[in-house]
Nanobody, 123 residues
Framework: QVQLVESGGGLVQAGGSLRLSCAAS????????MGWFRQAPGKEREFVAA????????IYDDSVKGRFTISRDDVKITVHLEMNKLKSEDTAVYYC????????????????WGQGTQVTVSS
């Protein structure tokens, strides 16, 4: 069983930065791809970024490309999402996800999910 615990959410002004973390309790983490998704009130969950743990390759949604960076820490088995130049439209609950189906843009490619962490960007 894989457990994912997000942290680092909060309230920030537009233009500011936040760093989200996802601590994973998983064996053989090198087989996993880790993703970040977000869901704003009244909207569907959407893809943000993903990283292939073994190779470190990453993909991003166009809306965050150049502002967000996903990375992983092999020692702490933690995935980070560094968010810069935040905008009000980034306000959402952010979810960490893990799966072995490869880096994917859709939630159905991920088997395990964290409980989510709220990010609120004030304008």
């Amino acid at each position: 069983q894989v457990q994912l615990v997000e942290s680092g959410g909060g309230l920030v002004q537009a233009g500011g930065s936040l760093r989200l973390s996802c601590a994973a309790s998983v064996r053989d983490f090198g087989h996993y791809c880790m993703g970040w998704f977000r869901q704003a009130p009244g909207k569907e969950r959407e893809f943000v970024a993903a990283i292939n743990w073994a190779e470190g390759d990453a993909i991003y949604d166009d809306s965050v490309k150049g502002r967000f960076t996903i990375s992983r820490d092999d020692v702490k088995i933690t995935v980070h999402l560094e968010m810069n130049k935040l905008k009000s439209e980034d306000t959402a609950v952010y979810y960490c996800a893990a799966g072995t189906a490869g880096m994917g843009w859709t939630s159905d490619m991920y088997d395990y999910w964290g409980q989510g962490t709220q990010v609120t960007v004030s304008s």
